[in-house]
Structure formats: C-alpha cells, structure tokens
C-alpha cells in the first residue's frame, strides 16, 4: 500500500524538481552573466525577426543571405579596425597565402586587354612539366573560350586554381605558332614562399628579406641561415619592411633563435583570455649573431612582435621608419560555409610592457585608415623630428627609453629618398604606364633576356638599348606631355623602376631584390651601421641622465622612509 501511495507522488516530485531546476539556473544566470545572455539572445531574434520580416513582406523581392553578407561586416566595424568578416572565397586564398602552398598549376600571369599573359613558369610545377613558358597566353580552359570582360584576377584564380590531383585543360596562343596549343594540367602543390631573398650584402654581412609570417616561415628561416653559413657571415639583417604580419607562433619561433634563455618574447592578455608569456628557450644557434631589423610604415603585427622582443630585450637594433601600430590579437572563428570572422580577443605585449597600438575610435575610424596618409604628410618619413611619440614611456633592459601606442620607433632613422621624384614621375607611375610598359617590352624582348642570369646583366643591356629613350616615346604616344628636365632630373629613379620590372618580369624575385637594394638607403645604412660595429644598442645621454635621476629619487625615498626604533 505504501509502494502504491508513493508512486502516485513520483510524476508530481519529478515536474516539481525540473520547475525547482529552472529557477535555480535562471537566478544564478542573471546572478553571474549581469543578465547580459538575455541580452544578446533579445537582440539576436530581434535581428532574425527583422529578416523574417523583410523576407516576408518587403515590396520587392530580396536576397536574405547577401544581405547577411553585407551586415557581417558592419557589424564588425563597430568594435575595433581589425575586426573583419571574411567570404568563403576569400578566407581560403588569406589561409594559402600562410600555410605556404595551394593546389594550382604554377604560373604567374597578368591580365592586359581582357587577356590572361603568362609572366612566370613556377619550377617543377605542373606547367613546367608539360611546356608551358613564360610569354604564353591562355585563351581556353576545360575547352571554354575565356577570353573578353568575363576576365578578372577573382574569375582566373577561380578557374586554374583546385584540390591537387584534379585537372584542367587549357588552350594557350603562343608567339611563332600559328594554333593554339593544347595543354591538359594535373594540379600539384604549388609552394608560396615567405622569404623573398637570402644573399650576402658584403663579405660578412647576410641579408634575409621576409614579407609574411606563415608556416613555413620558420623552416624557409633555418635554411636561410644555413645558406649564410656557407657564406661564412658574421652579422644579419632581417629585412621586415612591407611585412604586415602572419602567425604569432610563426614570429615567436623565429625570434627564439637569436635570444638567450628565458627572455620574455611578448606577452598576449584580454578581457577573457589570462596573461600568456611567451619566452625564449635558450636553444636558438644565433644567441650572438649582432641583428639588424629593417622597418617601415608597412611593417605591422608579426613584425612589430619581432621588432620589439629585438628592441626592449636589446638584442640587436632597428634601421628604417617607425612600423604601422597594430597591438591586437585576433582570432579566426569559422562559419559552416567556409567564411570567418577576425574577432580580436587580447592585445599581445612587447618584453618592456608596451602595447604598440595606435589610438583608434570604435564603430569605424577614417583618421585611422588614413593614418599612413597622414604621416606622409606631416612629414613624418622624412624628417625624424616630426614624429609624435607622445604614448607612455617604458625602458627597456639596459633603460633604453622606448614608447607605447603607437608602433615601435628605429633605433636608428632613415627617411624616404623624395629628391628624384618630380611631377612627370608621378604622372606615369600613377597611371600605370611604367608596369604596362614594362609588361609589353619584356613580352617583346623575352628570347633575347632570358639568356642573361643577373639583374646586372640584364641592367647593362636594358641601358645598352636605350631603354629609357623608348619609355618616354611610349609615354608620348600615351598623351603624357615631354617635359625635358623633370625627365632629366628623375632618370636614375625611372631608369631602376624600368629596369627592375623587367628583371622581375624575367628572373626570379631574389635577384629582383638584389637589384633594387643596391640603391637603398635603409640597406646602406644598415651596411655602414655593421662596418662601424654599432649593433649593440647604448644608452643614450639623456637616458643615462634620466636613470641617474630615477636612481637618485629612489634612494632618497628610502632614506626618508627610514624610522629610529
């Protein structure tokens, strides 16, 4: 009878605990979160209810998900300036980019008169292999006249661009045949490299040029320096300029291989994300290695993690301009169709303490996209004096003064060369005459330069045939107005631009490198900076005098703190 009576109860016990359960989640909810999940989940179904509505009863008829697309992004703008959404499309081209190869079939092209030229011929990949050359123009692919408007960089990339084992069919014209050419490609892993250049500067001194941070940074790194070794150098250069970043893990790895043990790299902190240190083991092989990091205004990120883990630990010393200003970690979060948002969660640190953000105002910022256009004109990359260093002031190990929000500043400044530059520079620079110029010699000229391996000796023949004298015929017939001394005064500026496109167009990028560096005057400060033996940072005597006075005032508030017992 009493096993009865119970189970009559159970069903009332049971609802009686669930309803319990409910309130006791419901209060501690509100009692923890600040009623901040009601919130959200309030303003996410009023934002599903407003696109139910429109999809319901809008007069016209609307796209839902590109109006999705469009919002994303809005959305995002609201908190910092590196918060982004991403395309599918476009978030597996930024993940090639790092991961450092994609499947493709190892050309490099430009599109000119609606029609895709090929410029280079990867090594060992798949157009190589099946004889495809530079100069080559692909006009049919999978049997599909491409050819006309339908011919964008977005639509090519689509098209020879897949997942390595597939195919593709292209039909390629080719200069001295009178059919096209038919080519069937299997699409293999094409590298992208991270390191541009590794070569020797002087006798002893190594040169490494870096544009990204990706995965494969690291390893293109350590056989980088073991290429130098063969050279027997003595002294490095890291060239991080135009480099706006990559992978933190990718940089912090780099960097361990020229600190001693247990120095601070940087550190990452957020709202929800605890301080994380990120320190040097001690096993790196170029703890002594005097390091020279070359900057500028487009080194961002990554490369202001490395700059300043250099710098506050001082390690070696910074050449060049003051970098871009970008303290902000963010995360990748994916979505179910391929597209990702940029969310930044922590700013990350340099040894010293600094976060090296510049200012920024929420919900879009135009002073800030403009910030680089501003520096140049306020003159700030050509005169030192005009920087505005006005964030907190830190100290690095030696008490070296450095400063906060708002990139890290050289140790040793070198302004932009403007001297050469005069109107009609500008003028066909900023049309694009010089690159399709450049373009349309080299596809010329092909046969003849391709018998020449340096960029001088392309150089010498470029100058041997006047080369200039056809730009300028070339700029007459575009409608661009001869003016005579301007083009005097800027020959030695149009003569490297002209001749280094078509070494670009012609050889491999480390030659390109090779030949715009040897007018460069970051490189040649950085050689002199080596010969001088000056890569070991100093105090300067105004940081002595202010670490003497700091010293002074702590030992005086000691003694006056002292009591008599």
């Known amino acids: 009878m009493n096993i009865k009576r119970t ?42 209810d407003l696109l139910h509505i429109i999809d319901d009863q809008y007069v016209d008829t609307i796209d839902i998900a590109d109006i999705v697309e469009k919002a994303m992004p809005r959305i995002l703008s609201e908190l910092d300036p590196h918060c982004s959404y991403i395309s599918a499309v476009a978030a597996k081209t930024a993940n090639d980019e790092l991961k450092g190869s994609f499947g493709g079939i190892g050309v490099q092209f430009q599109i000119k008169n609606d029609t895709i030229y090929v410029t280079n011929i990867i090594k060992g990949g798949p157009a190589e292999k099946v004889g495809m050359l530079a100069g080559d123009k692909i006009v ?36 001295g045949n009178k059919k096209p050419l038919s080519f069937n490609l299997v699409r293999g892993d094409i590298p992208i490299k991270s390191i541009d250049a590794t070569y020797m500067l002087t006798d002893k001194l190594g040169y490494i040029k870096i544009n990204k941070f990706g995965e494969t940074t690291y390893p293109e790194l350590l056989f980088s320096l073991a290429k130098l070794e063969q050279e027997h150098f003595k002294g490095l250069v890291i060239d991080l300029r135009s480099n706006n970043g990559g992978y933190l893990s990718s940089a912090i790895r780099m960097i361990n291989e020229f600190l001693p043990e247990d120095k601070l790299i940087v550190y990452t902190e957020g709202r929800k994300m605890k301080r994380e240190d990120y320190k040097s083991d001690g096993r790196g092989s170029y703890q002594k290695m005097p390091i020279i990091i070359l900057t500028d205004e487009l080194s961002a990120s990554a490369s202001e993690i490395f700059a300043g883990a250099i710098q506050d630990n001082d390690r070696g010393i910074i050449v060049g301009r003051r970098t871009y200003g970008k303290g902000l970690v963010q995360q990748p979060i994916e979505f179910s169709d391929g597209s990702l948002i940029h969310l930044t969660v922590a700013r990350y640190y340099t040894p010293s303490g600094r976060c090296i953000q510049k200012p920024y105002a929420k919900g879009g910022d135009p002073d800030y996209e403009l910030d680089i256009i501003t520096r140049y ?110 083009i005097l005064k800027s020959q ?74």
């Open 492 to 565: 030695p500026l149009l003569e490297s631009t002209i001749y280094g496109n078509i070494v670009y167009n012609i050889l491999d990028t480390e030659e390109y490198v090779k030949y715009i560096n040897h007018d460069d005057a970051t490189v040649h400060k950085a050689i002199e900076l080596f010969n001088a033996k000056q890569t070991t940072p100093r105090l300067s005597p105004h940081d002595k005098a202010g670490n003497k006075k700091t010293a002074c005032n702590k030992v005086q508030r000691i003694i006056r703190n002292r009591r008599i017992a």
């Open 7 to 48: 189970s009559k109860f159970v069903p009332i016990i049971i609802a009686l605990s669930v309803i319990v359960g409910i309130l006791i989640g419901t209060f501690f909810a509100n009692r923890f979160s600040g009623n901040r999940l009601n919130i959200i989940n309030t303003s996410s179904n009023k934002i599903n």
């Open 377 to 486: 004109q306020h003159g700030e990359f050509f005169n030192e004096d005009s920087i505005r260093q006005t964030g907190q002031i830190y100290k690095t190990g030696i008490g070296r003064t450095v400063y906060g929000g708002g990139g890290i500043m050289p140790d040793y400044f070198v302004a932009e060369d403007t001297t050469l530059i005069t109107p009609y520079y500008q003028e066909v620079a900023s049309k694009g005459f010089i690159n399709q110029f450049c373009f349309e010699y080299t596809d010329k000229n092909r046969k003849n330069l391709e018998q020449f391996k340096s960029a001088n000796d392309i150089a010498k023949e470029l100058h041997k045939n006047h080369v200039l004298q056809q730009f300028i015929e070339f700029c007459d017939a575009k409608g661009i107005k001869r003016r005579n001394n301007m």
């Open 140 to 175: 049919y692919i999978d049997d599909s006249l491409f050819v006309g408007k339908i011919v964008t960089n977005e639509e090519t990339l689509r098209r020879l661009k897949g997942e390595k084992g597939t195919t593709v069919k292209l039909g390629v014209i080719r200069n």
